[in-house]
């Protein structure tokens, strides 16, 4: 299903499967991206709008296949657990930072 | 057409809170973020949509969430924050209240719109006609919704009257004749 390209952030903790689905134009997504590589988070992340629109479409299934809600960013760990927004507490308690 | 500065996109931010008595959020990094992702939507759509939205680039798709979006005055109402937090309430603003967090209230199948738009394709015919018009100075604009008409550099960011949305003034072209 995957062709678009996440970038990946390397972290110490690799425990988890972390991907952020962001915007690049939004500062919420930017804090959330900050904030898992400050805590040594590994991560991938799209920003979608630099999208084209077939691969948005498909990141939008995508996410919502998985519960997400369709705002940015969303952070979904080990495909199951959905973080809507930069929520450092939910982060935390997640990712077990 | 040059493209707009982070400058001109806080003063249009700061004017607007101020005619409908918001603030804009106190966090300098915070506010320095919101304004540059305005501007890069700016730049990129020709309107100044949400930087926390996904923007269709189809200016019919994307009317209700150009900032300030259709949903800043029931969300600041409810929780004290707009969406994306550039507007604020007082209380916010004086940190009685923390800034909250707020849910998106944009429903799903207007963004399910913008995402199935196509590419936008009037939108270059729109700039190319901008560009006949006088460049500098004072020029004559009209709202296309209520027929308001002011005479200054840049249309307002929202018609005084009817509260329409700076896309939708139009610029008056003029032309004075001197007979006799």
Redesign the interface.
């Given at each position: 299903m995957r062709t678009m390209q996440f970038s990946k952030v390397k972290g110490d903790k690799n425990q988890h499967k972390v991907v952020v689905y962001a915007?690049?134009?939004?500062?919420?997504?930017?804090m959330t991206k900050q904030y898992l590589k400050d805590n040594g988070v590994e991560y991938e992340y799209i920003d979608?709008?630099l999208l084209n629109?077939e691969d948005?479409?498909k990141i939008?299934q995508e996410i919502q296949s998985k519960g997400g809600?369709?705002?940015?960013p969303t952070t979904i760990i080990d495909d199951k657990v959905v973080v809507t927004?930069f929520?450092k507490d939910l982060l935390k308690e997640a990712l077990g930072i | 057409m040059t493209p707009i500065t982070i400058e001109q996109v806080r003063k249009r931010a700061e004017a607007d809170a101020q005619t409908y008595g918001y603030h804009l959020v106190p966090d300098p990094d915070l506010l320095q973020g919101l304004l540059e992702g305005l501007k890069i939507n700016e730049d990129r759509y020709g309107y100044p949509s949400c930087p926390c939205r996904l923007a269709s680039g189809n200016f019919d798709y994307d009317r209700d969430i150009i900032c300030p979006c259709d949903y800043r005055d029931p969300d600041v109402a409810e929780f004290g924050a707009c969406y994306c937090r550039l507007y604020v309430s007082k209380d916010v603003y004086e940190g009685k209240v923390p800034l909250p967090t707020v849910p998106e209230r944009r429903p799903l199948e207007k963004q399910s719109k913008a995402f199935a738009a196509p590419p936008p394709a009037e939108a270059k015919p729109a700039a190319e006609e901008k560009e006949e018009f006088v460049k500098v100075g004072p020029k004559l604009w009209y709202c296309k919704q209520c027929g308001y008409v002011v005479f200054r550099d840049d249309p307002p960011y929202v018609c005084p009257i009817c509260k329409a949305k700076r896309e939708m003034f139009a610029q008056i072209k003029a032309r004075i004749d001197f007979l006799g």
């Open positions: 915007l690049s134009t939004c500062v919420w997504c930017k979608v709008d629109e948005k479409q939008r809600s369709l705002s940015y927004g929520r | -």
